[in-house]
């Protein structure tokens, strides 16, 4: 039986958060070969640099986490020249948390005083151990 896999996803927070009241996920701009790569069950953390997609302020906060809720790959169009592809999600209940105290333990952060080189792909596969520690943070606070 197939187990699921553990990906990260970047994006803004006030991306994010509008996926999270929407019940979706889409990656690398509405890009389909990264969702495409997801399946049915398949967990997922956000993880948002920026407060804002236009804006420079820094968040470097973990902002959501959510499983895969089928194996749909849909296209929306939002505008005549805008028609990303998503996935469905169930988004948990659970806090934001910086990735400040975190870096040093986790492995995909193979650098760690260039920590945020792993996230400017935009959405990579972590494993078991990083997706553990970062959502026993998320989903354990008060």
């Known amino acids: 039986m197939k187990s699921e896999k553990y990906w990260m996803i970047v994006a803004s927070r006030d991306h994010v958060n509008r996926g999270v009241a929407e019940g979706f996920t889409q990656a690398n701009h509405g890009k389909a070969a990264p969702i495409r790569r997801m399946k049915k069950g398949d967990l997922i953390i956000w993880y948002s640099g920026k407060e804002e997609f236009e804006n420079p302020d820094k968040c470097q906060q973990f902002t959501a ?9 849909y296209q929306v169009k939002i505008s005549p020249d805008f028609s990303p592809f998503r996935r469905n999600v169930k988004f948990f209940p659970s806090n934001s948390v910086s990735i400040l105290p975190l870096i040093e333990n986790l492995q995909f952060i193979k650098n760690k005083k260039s920590w945020g080189y792993p996230f400017r792909t935009g959405f990579l596969e972590i494993n ?15």
């Not at 986490?65 to 790959?73: M, P, S």
């Not at 943070?137 to 008060?142: A, G, H, T, V």
Request: charge should be negative; glycine fraction near 4%.
């Open 65 to 73: 986490i959510g499983q895969v809720k089928d194996d749909d790959v």
């Open 128 to 142: 078991k151990h990083d997706f553990d520690l970062i959502s026993s943070q998320m989903l354990n606070k008060e």
